[in-house]
């Protein structure tokens, strides 16, 4: 992690970024929601225990790394009861849960004031799940809505133990990685415990309790008899340089799918918010670059859009960005619907950069997606995907802007002893 070389990068990078904007519009609303998170919580946990009666299977899903980025634009369907809840069926009910947890963009830029605002911490691979443990057992659902586990465990009313208290209303929400070689489930968030919602708390707050609090529970014991898998809490850094080094180079228990930073006044969002950010490079990430169907990266970028009622390809952010359209003949031509997710390739030559925005110029139809894939992709993955072929944000870059706000932070005291 060495200081950058001194040389102009391809790309010059606007002092206040379109990301950098949203971050600040994200956490005046947030001051400004007073939303009722207990209730909220309520029926995220009723939903994720009752929705559908699949058979305890493990269904058909993407790589994390394809779906990481996806967030739910179900207009009206976000704040739904239970009951409501779970007579979705199908493309709602993959949209619906995809709203409920809080998923990270992709970091295009670096915030500012990065070592004070924002936490870091090596992303394990695997599917990410929310658990919930309620009324003597616990139910691990995948963003689809699909059962990935029911099981017995130590936490908080997880289990059909003689020694299990508390009302069946006391239950507890885990945002997780369920990581396969060594099925163990690495905990990134809490959004509720013991019926205590923590959706309007800090990400400094949660991180705090979910540290605490998983560790009286026994949950990180091996398995047992009532105790089907291992919970372990993700070790989180300050995002200084110790910090960043640890996460990006230090060694970990479990296969690493690049870096998550979390900003410390982040309350707990469903959907998709720049108040979280995830980024990969070669280094601790073996899914840098996204592949085709064949599993091999295409020479061209590829891109996955929805197709809308007016021929326009969007991505799935709230509100929706076209990056391109199909004209009708061709639509006809393919048997393409509107709702469809379609991959497009990316001509190099025709993207441009126009104060920060993406143009992608022309797109070349590639075809439908695979029937797993659920959701397009986000502006903020389009653009990573761009810069990694091109101009990547680099860890030197993230280095750099450390070491510069500790030189301010240093000048700034100098000039405070001198006046004195």
């Known amino acids: 992690m060495a200081p950058p070389p001194e040389h102009r ?18 956490l005046r609303l947030q001051a400004d929601r007073r939303s009722d998170a207990q209730n909220r919580a309520r029926q995220l946990a009723s939903s994720v225990l009752s929705l559908g009666h699949e058979p305890e299977t493990e269904p058909e899903v993407e790589q994390e790394q394809e779906m990481s980025d996806a967030s739910g634009q179900l207009s009206g369907r976000t704040d739904l009861d239970p009951v409501r809840a779970a007579r979705l069926r199908g493309p709602e009910v993959r949209r619906w849960f995809a709203r409920q947890l809080m998923l990270p963009e992709w970091m295009v830029d670096v915030p500012p004031l990065l070592d004070r605002d924002w936490y870091v911490f090596p992303r394990p691979s695997g599917k990410r799940c929310f658990v919930v443990s309620s009324n003597g057992t616990t139910i691990s659902r995948l963003r689809n809505g699909s059962i990935l586990h029911r099981f017995p465990s130590n936490l908080p009313n997880g289990a059909r133990t003689k020694d299990v208290s508390g009302p069946a209303s006391s239950y507890s929400i885990l945002d997780c990685i369920f990581h396969e070689p060594d099925e163990t ?82 309350h707990y969002q469903a959907g998709n918010t720049p108040l979280a950010l995830v980024w990969k490079d070669n280094v601790c990430s073996q899914y840098v670059l996204d592949t085709d169907s064949k599993g091999q ?27 391109g359209s199909l004209s009708r003949d061709l639509i006809a031509q393919s048997g393409l619907q509107v709702g469809n997710l379609v991959r497009v390739a990316i001509r190099d030559d025709s993207v441009r950069l ?29 653009l990573f995907q761009h810069a990694a072929r091109h101009a990547p944000l680099r860890i030197e870059d993230l280095v750099a802007s450390i070491q510069s706000n500790s030189s301010m932070d240093n000048s700034q005291a100098s000039d405070v002893e001198m006046e004195g």
């Not at 206040?16 to 904007?21: G, L």
């Not at 996955?304 to 990056?323: C, H, R, W």
Request: net charge neutral; with cysteine; proline share 4%.
């Open 9 to 26: 990068r391809p790309i010059k990078r606007a002092a206040i970024s379109d990301q950098q904007r949203r971050r600040e519009v994200a």
């Open 297 to 323: 990266i295409p020479s061209q970028q590829q891109v996955v859009l929805e197709l809308q009622n007016d021929g326009n390809l969007t991505t799935f952010d709230d509100p929706p960005v076209a990056l």
């Open 354 to 382: 126009v104060d920060g925005k993406l143009d992608l110029g022309e797109l070349q139809l590639v075809g439908k997606t695979n029937h797993s894939r659920a959701f397009a992709d986000t502006y903020s993955k389009v």
């Open 185 to 266: 489930y690495y905990v990134i968030d809490m959004v509720c415990w013991r019926g205590y919602s923590l959706y309007d708390c800090t990400a400094e707050f949660r991180f705090f309790w979910l540290n605490s609090k998983l560790s009286e529970t026994g949950a990180s014991d091996p398995p047992s008899q009532y105790h089907r898998y291992r919970f372990n809490v993700v070790q989180i850094y300050e995002c200084n340089l110790a910090g960043l080094q640890a996460s990006y180079s230090g060694q970990v228990p479990y296969v690493k799918d690049g870096l998550l930073f979390f900003n410390k006044h982040a």
